[in-house]
């Protein structure tokens, strides 16, 4: 997985399960709760957010979807396109270090539901006037990535 983290550079181009991106921003982030944990989020030219949680050994890309429609039968689920999501996490992201790029989502206040290789992080910007960055992504392994030399 740092292997992966430190090949990323910005403007690299990778491959993604077959879909051509160029990274434009790589920004490692912690969570307030939580000391130990860390993540990094890299995105795209297409718009696409690919995250990385190492000591989860998780990595999934996806799309912020505005408006998102989805019902929440309770605190630790909920239902998007007829499917039901089990709550995974939550918290509260802040920015450890920016490793390149511009226009970095700063504090976020998130919660990650997962459901057959998906995941739908629900998230609140309060720096940003409490707008909503919901994503649906998928969950993918470190094999589907193949980087392009030049």
């Known amino acids: 997985m740092e292997e992966l983290i430190n090949n990323i550079k910005e403007n690299a181009k990778i491959i993604i399960n077959g879909k051509e991106y160029i990274v434009k921003t790589k920004t490692l982030y912690g969570i307030e709760e939580d000391e130990e944990a860390y993540y990094y989020k890299c995105i795209m030219n297409t718009g696409d957010t690919l995250v990385i949680i190492p000591d989860d050994n998780l990595l999934y890309i996806g799309k912020e979807i505005e408006d998102m429609k989805y019902e929440r039968p309770?605190?630790?689920?909920?239902?998007?396109?007829?499917?039901?999501?089990?709550?995974?996490?939550?918290?509260?992201?802040?920015?450890?270090n920016i490793k390149f790029g511009t226009d970095i989502e700063g504090k976020c206040v998130f919660e990650d539901f997962e459901s057959d290789k998906k995941i739908i992080s629900l998230g609140i910007l309060p720096e940003k006037n409490n707008i909503r960055a919901d994503i649906l992504a998928d969950i993918i392994d470190i094999e589907d990535i193949k980087f392009i030399k030049e």
């Open 74 to 96: 309770a605190i630790d689920r909920l239902i998007y396109d007829e499917k039901i999501y089990h709550k995974t996490g939550e918290g509260n992201q802040y920015i450890k």
